[in-house]
């Protein structure tokens, strides 16, 4: 059973720039959720997607936004760029039944902002 | 707003012995609690998931508890390996899919 597929693995934008990260999740998983990682913050969950509807969103500013596909896979997207952005972003996947599924993850996207 | 704390944030520990990694939450109404190690510039590898109405979950070397009453989570390695050293992360999940993190403890295990 194929796991968590997020790609790409390595970015490298500059500031001002905008840039689209893909995941695709488990096979017969409904819900996506993102997050970032960073050194000083640790992870921070940016928004989940359940069925192509975001049914959460984290502390994060509008430059920020995602969306989900019928088949299940989501993008996220970050527009004009920050040096602050540079994170590695992580996709995770789960069933979507409130409150009683495992969350998997993928191996992340590093995304440097220059 | 739920917070996570893991104590020790580092522990180096010598191959062959038996540890015991804290995970402390603020808010009792949680649904579930999660176990992962992250190898460094990976992503997360999920080793346990305790619901709340468990008291622990064992895989392997593996042992979590849980006791949601007290907002408190241990995970004990037994027989620590030198591949056991990860960042061990705990995450409890409030609401619809959304995990909330803590810090992480990084496990070091020496030959």
């Known amino acids: 059973k194929a796991g968590v597929t997020q790609t790409p693995r390595y970015l490298i934008k500059t500031r001002g720039q905008q840039v689209t990260l893909s995941c695709s999740p488990i096979?017969?998983?409904?819900?996506v959720s993102w997050y970032q990682q960073t050194p000083g913050q640790g992870l921070q969950f940016l928004f989940e997607?359940?069925?192509?509807?975001?049914?959460n969103k984290g502390n994060f500013p509008g430059r920020f936004s995602g969306r989900q596909f019928s088949n299940s896979r989501s993008e996220m997207n970050v527009s004009t760029l920050e040096l602050g952005d540079s994170a590695l972003y992580l996709c995770?996947?789960?069933?979507?039944?409130?409150?009683?599924?495992?969350?998997?993850f993928g191996q992340g996207t590093r995304l440097t902002v220059v | 707003k739920q917070e996570v704390t893991q104590i020790p944030a580092a522990l180096s520990v010598p191959e062959g012995e038996n540890l015991v990694l804290n995970c402390s939450f603020t808010d009792s109404a949680i649904y579930n609690l999660q176990w992962f190690r992250q190898d460094p510039g990976k992503g997360l590898t999920s080793l346990l998931l305790?619901?709340?109405?468990?008291r622990e979950q064992t895989s392997g070397r593996l042992n979590a508890s849980l006791d949601k009453s007290s907002g408190r989570s241990t995970l004990y390695i037994a027989a620590s390996q030198p591949g056991d050293s990860a960042t061990y992360l705990c995450a409890v999940l409030s609401g619809y899919s959304t995990l909330t993190f803590g810090k992480g403890t990084m496990l070091l295990v020496s030959p």
């Open positions: 305790i619901q709340s109405s468990q």
């Open positions: 995770a996947s789960s069933l979507g039944a409130v409150g009683n599924t495992e969350a998997f």
């Open positions: 096979s017969g998983h409904r819900s």
């Open positions: 997607y359940f069925s192509e509807t975001q049914r």
